[in-house]
């Protein structure tokens, strides 16, 4: 019988969540108490189509963090489709994959 022992590196931990941006196109996922000990790394996807949004993650910690999704609208001038300003994009649904080190 042998006696010898082997170590396996534990996976990492990832969270799943998905939330709906505010008036202000704000959307926080607050991760569960203990998950991660430092900010983890995020991935954001966004649900939906017919004009164009952008997200930015706007602060992330430990235990949470906030993504800021804006929608522009394709605008056609002197014959050149260019995108409008954006503007904050209320009602998106955005899903966030979390992974701690």
Avoid: C, K
């Amino acid at each position: 019988m042998s006696t010898e022992g082997a170590y396996v590196r534990p996976s990492p931990r990832v969270e799943r969540a998905t939330g709906v941006t505010d008036g202000s196109g704000n959307v926080t996922f607050a991760w569960p108490v203990g998950a991660f000990s430092v900010p983890p790394v995020v991935t954001i996807g966004i649900q939906g189509t017919g004009v164009m949004r952008s997200h930015a993650i706007t602060a992330n910690t430990a235990t949470t963090t906030t993504v800021n999704v804006i929608a522009a609208v394709g605008v056609t001038l002197l014959g050149i489709g260019v995108l409008a300003v954006g503007a904050p994009a209320a009602g998106v649904t955005v899903h966030a994959h979390a992974v701690g080190a």
